[in-house]
């Protein structure tokens, strides 16, 4: 739950302890959420970006054992969020959820720099019951330049469920990516993602990260790359992209985890101008699937991969064989 700065955080989950039953919501956020101050975290409590068990409160209100807590992490200065007519490709909507194909190059939250023309800014003009929900409604999100499915709340109670949702494992992500190299088979890679030790902008596998499982398997082989179906059990930020990384299969165009440009020996004009020129991360989310927050009823949703990612696939298949 881009993949970092406001626009890229993702909602950070704990339970309340034993230890912790009866204590004010702000200490026991404090005590669970060590790495931002209490006078920070209640704030965020009273900007409805720390919620308990899904729903708004004040940072006095008592915390109980089991009970759920999920921090929303501003590490930007806030700006002010307008609703900003845009077009929007919807592919599903109702009075609780909204369902969108986010283009790449769109960014999902208001943050320095990306101060309009957000993805926010056109769901808050859409709908603007979402500008009273934490985060805009958004309950995960999508790195600027990915493209793909992307889920947000219009109700209180839809982003309660959704929350739950995400944080228990239930919503189902699948995406296609176009990564370097080639595999024997598909796997799962299991190592925790944190910040990187010396680049505080970038994500990286490290000890003390958090707990991060990628679920993988081979969709298409090349003679130097793999199209590869890519499901999220847990969502760190960037994930996918500092995974694949991490095992030498960085995806086609990661400006920030790509490494040096890559040309494979005997590569065609055409196929080095495809790879030259493919100036985004090579990740599209394909599919989703969650529970309806009111019906109980599991919703699957899928978009097609965008002209600019089956144009490479086309080319690897044309020019760079198995």
Not at 161 to 180: E, F, G, K, P
């Amino acid at each position: 739950m881009s993949e970092e700065l406001f626009d890229e955080a993702e909602v950070i989950s704990a339970t309340v302890t034993v230890t912790l039953d009866g204590s004010r919501l702000d200490a026991a956020a404090a005590a669970v959420f060590t790495q931002f101050s209490r006078s920070r975290l209640a704030e965020w409590i009273r900007a409805g970006r720390l919620t308990r068990n899904g729903e708004l409160g004040r940072p006095r209100d008592k915390v109980a054992l089991g009970d759920e807590l999920h921090v929303f992490p501003e590490t930007d200065n806030r700006v002010d969020w307008a609703p900003e007519p845009l077009p929007l490709d919807i592919l599903f909507e109702d009075e609780h959820v909204i369902v969108v194909n986010k283009p790449a190059g769109l960014v999902v939250h208001p943050a320095a720099g990306h101060h309009s023309g957000t993805l926010v800014n056109g769901l808050m003009a859409h709908a603007p019951e979402m500008s009273s929900l934490p985060r805009g409604g958004i309950v995960h999100r999508l790195d600027k330049d990915t493209s793909g499915v992307m889920l947000a709340a219009r109700s209180t109670l839809a982003h309660k469920h959704l929350v739950s949702q995400l944080a228990d494992r239930s919503v189902r992500r699948i995406y296609a990516a176009v990564c370097r190299g080639t595999f024997s088979g598909g796997g799962t890679i299991d190592a925790p993602i944190g910040r990187h030790p010396t680049s505080r902008t970038k994500m990286a596998v490290v000890p003390e990260g958090k707990p991060a499982v990628t679920h993988y398997r081979i969709t298409q082989r090349f003679g130097a790359h793999s199209l590869l179906e890519v499901r999220l059990e847990s969502g760190r930020t960037h994930q996918i992209r500092v995974h694949m990384a991490w095992r030498k299969h960085p995806l086609i165009g990661d400006p920030i985890y790509g490494g040096r440009a890559f040309r494979p020996a005997g590569a065609s004009a055409a196929l080095l101008g495809m790879l030259d020129g493919f100036s985004r991360q090579a990740l599209h989310a394909r599919e989703l699937s969650f529970e309806h927050p009111q019906t109980g009823e599991v919703l699957n949703f899928a978009a097609k991969v965008p002209a600019d990612m089956s144009a490479l696939v086309a080319c690897l298949e044309e020019e760079d064989p198995p």
